[in-house]
């Protein structure tokens, strides 16, 4: 008897490997402090150490770990809701944090930050309106993945040269691989990461609307679309789209938009570390990149 409880200190059957197993696992959290899916162990360790009834599993494959987190609805503690959208566990900066840094110095010339979001140029170039065009063919139900009963889909939006003269900006939709909904295009209007980020969504949201889709989860690795939309957007219109310390909102036009464009959906919002291999993100950023290079349509 000795012997074996010893064998089993030594060698612990259930504790998974903190090397994270290679690229090929998923880590699915559907309880924690962040729920979602992760591809290694220590990112998953990090919802789940010491977290209160935590809820997560190992799996070989990305959707049977999105299966798994969509399996139940997620806890009111790991989960924020605003109105009829979910946002995961993100950390909160006050909007007048954000449109402070819209309108910091021009960040260096490349498309995106590691993790963070370049600050945008002054909003003083005239308004153009987003180009609205995208196929509206019916897909079929097995081409998309899922989260439950919602449809899965990664969004982004890059920036080359952001905040300078030459700015270009595009947008990247991923549906999952040669998915015929995917999208990569120029961002219409003033050049900025941000625009780029929300508009992403939005091109996502028409997508969603088109093919009838009313639950849509939504993984971006922009924190200010998530907070934006989940968090100040009502406060925003009730002080006539200023921030908490009266400051225009730099970004009011296109919150209005993806405002407009969420009546009726059930939208999960998803955040994603960016440039951290996750295979949605890492694709949704290559169609980006690629729609900055391309002329206005």
């Not at 690229?23 to 977290?51: H, K, L």
């Amino acid at each position: 008897m000795l012997r074996r409880l010893l064998a089993a200190l030594i060698h612990p059957c259930f504790v998974p490997s903190s090397s994270g197993g290679g690229s090929s696992m998923f880590y699915a959290v559907r309880r924690g402090r962040r729920i979602g899916v992760y591809q290694t162990w220590e990112e998953c360790r990090e919802q789940v150490n010491r977290y209160p009834g935590a809820s997560f599993k190992k799996f070989d494959s990305e959707a049977d770990a999105r299966s798994f987190v969509g399996s139940q609805p997620p806890s009111i503690s790991s989960v924020s809701e605003a109105s009829t959208s979910g946002i995961s566990s993100v950390t909160q900066k006050s909007d007048n944090y954000w449109n402070e840094l819209e309108i910091a110095s021009p960040s260096y010339s490349r498309c995106k930050r590691r993790d963070e979001q370049s600050s945008e140029e002054e909003p003083n170039r005239k308004h153009v309106k987003y180009n609205e065009t995208y196929s509206a063919s019916s897909v079929s139900k097995d081409k998309f993945s899922y989260m439950g009963d919602s449809v899965v889909v990664y969004t982004d939006g890059c920036c080359s040269s952001n905040g300078r003269h030459k700015a270009r900006a595009g947008v990247g939709v991923y549906w999952g691989p040669d998915h015929p909904l995917n999208t990569s295009d120029r961002l219409s209007g003033r050049q900025t990461n941000q625009r780029a980020e929300i508009h992403a969504a939005c091109k996502a949201i028409e997508q969603a609307k088109s093919q009838n889709i009313k639950k849509l989860v939504i993984y971006t690795d922009s924190k200010f679309t998530i907070n934006g939309i989940t968090s100040w957007v009502d406060n925003w219109k009730s002080n006539g789209w200023r921030t908490s310390t009266g400051k225009d909102v730099i970004n009011k036009e296109d919150f209005e938009r993806l405002d407009k464009l969420s009546e009726g959906m059930q939208i999960q919002w998803m955040h994603v570390p960016g440039h951290a291999g996750f295979r949605g993100n890492e694709a949704a950023d290559r169609l980006a990149r690629e729609g900055a290079g391309k002329h206005y349509s």
